[in-house]
């Protein structure tokens, strides 16, 4: 049985009668039940940065040397191939997939025709840099980039501080091949693919300049793990509150003393 630091603060209040032996028996039924509880909770809560290095390492090695990006490595991997005083981008391409839970299973495709267009990309001289972000592993980065599964992220990467240049571009999950995403390329994507200059830009952003967007990516993260019931009762007990405090004030601005020199009001 797995003993967790949150049972034991729970089962702190319990303590006081261990010892005693009438209720001993009822102590450990006690606990064994909250340790049970606390593992069901646990077990359904979703990693928030799942990485598998010796799978990310093979995928580096493979023919594809294609690289994974987690919420710990994006930004070093990123600017890995930036030479110094640079003033030609390096160019990054990085599927945005996910699994069951993020993609509804259908990601499989354009995952397949990336890793293919990866391979191809790799045995040519002057080919951009591929890379991917799997939103089922890394839900706290995708949150923080607001970033959609299905989606291909075009970086244009220069020495820092220069601003980064980032284009999307969305495919047909049913029906895109390796042959759309080399075309997307070799006819220039920026006359297909829409310029990034959101809220939630990963460099030029206002929450990245203020190194807000993970903290933000956290929270929405969060949020996603709540039940719709459970965040109608946040929403109903908020504005109960803010009722509350207005309809406080405005009794308090009724009771204010009559100024100096005017009569009070007749009861």
């Known amino acids: 049985m797995r003993f967790s630091t949150a049972s034991a603060i729970l089962s702190l209040p319990l303590l006081a009668v ?33 990485h598998d290095p010796a799978a990310a390492a093979e995928a580096k090695a493979g023919p594809s040397n294609l690289d994974i990006l987690t919420l710990n490595n994006w930004k070093d991997t990123l600017y890995g191939p930036v030479k110094p005083g640079s003033t030609t981008p ?16 259908h990601c499989g495709r354009i995952e397949a025709a ?63 091949t390796s042959d759309d995403i080399v075309a997307l390329r070799e006819e220039g994507f920026k006359s297909s693919a829409k310029l990034h200059d959101g809220f939630f830009h990963p460099f030029n952003g206002p929450l990245a300049k203020n190194g807000l967007a993970t903290p933000v990516g956290w929270i929405l ?32 601005g009724n009771r204010r003393p009559p100024a100096a020199g005017q009569a009070a009001p007749r009861r």
Request: net charge negative.
């Open 221 to 252: 993260w969060a949020f996603n793990l709540l039940p719709s019931w459970a965040f109608m009762i946040l929403v109903s007990i908020f504005s109960r509150t803010m009722m509350t405090n207005r309809l406080n004030q405005q009794m308090d």
């Open 90 to 105: 390096e160019e990054w391409w990085v599927l945005i997939t996910g699994g069951n839970k993020t993609c509804f299973g």
């Open 114 to 176: 990336f890793n293919e267009t990866a391979e191809k990309w790799a045995a040519t001289p002057d080919a951009p840099h591929t890379a991917l972000l799997n939103c089922e592993n890394q839900p706290v980065l995708c949150n923080a980039w607001s970033a959609p599964v299905g989606a291909i992220w075009i970086f244009e990467i220069l020495p820092e501080p220069a601003p980064v240049d980032i284009w999307t571009k969305r495919f047909n999950m049913t029906t895109v």
């Open 18 to 50: 261990a010892d005693v032996p009438e209720y001993q028996a009822q102590f450990e039924n006690y606990l064994g039940q909250a340790q049970s509880f606390l593992g069901k909770i646990t077990d359904k809560i979703p990693h928030p940065n799942r």
